[in-house]
């Protein structure tokens, strides 16, 4: 089964529990019941996490997370407390760290889709639908869609799939007033950042967000929660270059998934073996794409 091809072994900080070990990141308790995420190096595709890290990655995410947080602030509360680097944490740590509230998770993620790609491209094509929508005819891979889509999937553990599910599953399974809310602050959300991203030279063709809600009495607010709008849960491109009908230069870890699939990697996807390392000019290439969304998204290099 998919997973880790090398699982690293937690770090033990004094005050903190571990509680998982993701793909991405590890997730501690400190001792005022906080939850504190660490944003690794590590990079996942194909339900694999690789053996091999990107420098700086989980650094490039957390300072771009927390630069979105503010762009949406105004739209939705989010989940960060600080970003303060617990005493006694190795020295790697630093610009990893962000110290979060603890939160009810809404067992959903939440995606939405402005262009056609990825997965919603098979269904469309197989279909003419994504996640049940009726789509009109003619679209092809990158077309922009006439307007943006929630189709959410479920979460899965580390090593399963996200399955995309129909809005009516997931009022099922949440209720129809959080699946309402959840719909809607995605759209929201998307709509803000796919007009900051395109005024940057960027297009955001989706984009996945997580939810949860505070543990408190009477009605919750809706929170956004995990890393927002990074490479790692938005597919970017590049607009002087989209073109539908091909697939695009992209800002994310496709770059990844294209040399793991092509004969020069020598991995079979549909085998039981796990992927191979990285060769180092796929790791820098990588990096690359992640400091250039970096600074086209923010107006900052990343240093």
């Known amino acids: 089964m998919p997973g880790f091809v090398e699982k690293p072994e937690p770090v033990q900080v004094p005050g903190l529990v571990h509680l998982h070990t993701g793909k991405v990141r590890d ?30 990655k989980g650094r490039i995410l957390t300072r771009l997370s927390l630069w979105w947080f503010d762009q949406l602030a105004d739209l939705v509360p989010h989940h960060v407390i600080s970003t303060e680097v617990p005493a006694g944490a190795p020295a790697d740590w630093a610009g990893r760290v962000t110290v979060c509230r603890s939160l009810e998770m809404i067992p959903v993620e939440a995606v939405a889709r402005g262009y056609l790609t990825g997965s919603g491209l098979l269904e469309y094509e197989r279909d003419q639908t994504v996640c049940g929508l009726a789509l009109p005819p003619g679209l092809v891979d990158g077309s922009e869609l006439p307007a943006p889509i929630f189709t959410p999937a479920t979460k899965a553990a580390v090593g399963d799939h996200d399955e995309n599910v129909s809005y009516e599953e997931v009022a099922r399974q949440v209720g129809a007033d959080t699946a309402a809310e959840l719909r809607q602050a ?65 800002y994310d870890k496709q770059y990844v998934r294209d040399w793991l699939t092509s004969p020069a990697s020598g991995w079979d996807r549909t085998g039981d073996a796990p992927p191979p390392p990285l060769p180092e000019e796929i790791v820098a290439r990588t990096r690359e794409r992640y400091t250039e969304a970096y600074r086209l998204l923010t107006g900052s290099a990343w240093d």
């Open 186 to 250: 995605t759209l929201a959300i998307y709509g803000r950042a796919r007009d900051i991203a395109r005024s940057r030279g960027i297009v955001l063709a989706d984009t996945k967000f997580e939810f949860g809600r505070p543990r408190q009495e009477g009605p919750a607010p809706l929170v956004l929660a995990d890393e927002v709008l990074t490479p790692d849960s938005s597919r970017f491109w590049r607009r002087d270059e989209w073109q539908p009908g091909r697939p695009q230069k992209s």
């Open 27 to 56: 997730l501690y308790q400190n001792e005022a019941g906080e939850l504190v995420m660490v944003a690794s190096d590590r990079i996942s595709t194909y339900d694999w996490v690789l053996p091999t890290e990107i420098p700086d």
